[in-house]
T-cell receptor, first 115, second 113 residues
Framework: EPEVTQTPSHQVTQMGQEVILRCVPI?????FYWYRQILGQKVEFLVS????????KSEIFDDQFSVERPDGSNFTLKIRSTKLEDSAMYFC?????????????FGEGSRLTVL | QKEVEQNSGPLSVPEGAIASLNCTYS??????FFWYRQYSGKSPELIMF????GDKEDGRFTAQLNKASQYVSLLIRDSQPSDSATYLC?????????????FGTGTLLAVQP
């Protein structure tokens, strides 16, 4: 069964460092998302990406964040200068079409720990 | 601000009982509704979705939707200890290129053997 894959599963970094989280969405999916979940809190929308551009971003997704799809398969989330409060689980998700039931398929997540 | 509200729980039920999980949402434009299960430290896993008023059954799970009341629920029959997890309600607005899901905080279900 096709799945969304994410790497790394866990990354520990120092405050102020740049991190890149990688995702490989399901191959025939067209819409891509990043969500995050701070420990004990809800799953929060960060950004959606379609047709090689951001279609929507949340208030959380400030100038420190960026996304790109460099090679038609990987979908990356970059945090330029990490802060302690960026510590969270980051989930990549994808969906096939816009006009379907809207089911998102989630990857297993990348846990980011900022020290 | 579009909100999805859930009781955080924990909801404790004995094994074999029916667990009832509830969710309300604020945006009347919401078109489809999802229940995800999330085990601790894991990613959300889709249980079922519903977009028409009424009931939808899938095995031991039944989703119920009442758009007039902006209410969606999930019933789990014959609850098992393996059902112990956090259940996330999510809603989706159709239209545009985003179609993002908005999640509630989740309800922690504990099924007691």
């Amino acid at each position: 069964e096709p799945e969304v894959t994410q790497t790394p599963s866990h990354q520990v970094t120092q405050m102020g460092q740049e991190v890149i989280l990688r995702c490989v969405p399901i191959s025939n999916h067209l819409y891509f998302y990043w969500y995050r979940q701070i420990l004990g809190q809800k799953v929060e929308f960060l950004v959606s990406f379609y047709n090689n551009e951001i279609s929507e971003k949340s208030e959380i997704f400030d100038d420190q964040f960026s996304v790109e799809r460099p090679d038609g398969s990987n979908f990356t989330l970059k945090i330029r200068s990490t802060k302690l409060e960026d510590s969270a689980m980051y989930f990549c998700a994808s969906r096939r079409l816009a006009a379907d039931t809207g089911e998102l398929f989630f990857g297993e997540g990348s846990r980011l720990t900022v020290l | 601000q579009k909100e999805v509200e859930q009781n955080s729980g924990p909801l404790s039920v004995p094994e074999g009982a029916i667990a009832s999980l509830n969710c309300t949402y604020s945006d009347r434009g919401s078109q489809s509704f999802f229940w995800y299960r999330q085990y601790s430290g894991k990613s959300p896993e889709l249980i079922m979705f519903i977009y028409s008023n009424g009931d939808k059954e899938d095995g031991r799970f039944t989703a119920q939707l009442n758009k007039a009341s902006q209410y969606v629920s999930l019933l789990i029959r014959d609850s098992q200890p393996s059902d112990s997890a956090t259940y996330l309600c999510a809603v989706n607005l159709w239209g545009g290129a985003t179609n993002k899901l908005i999640f509630g905080t989740g309800t922690l279900l504990a099924v007691q053997p």
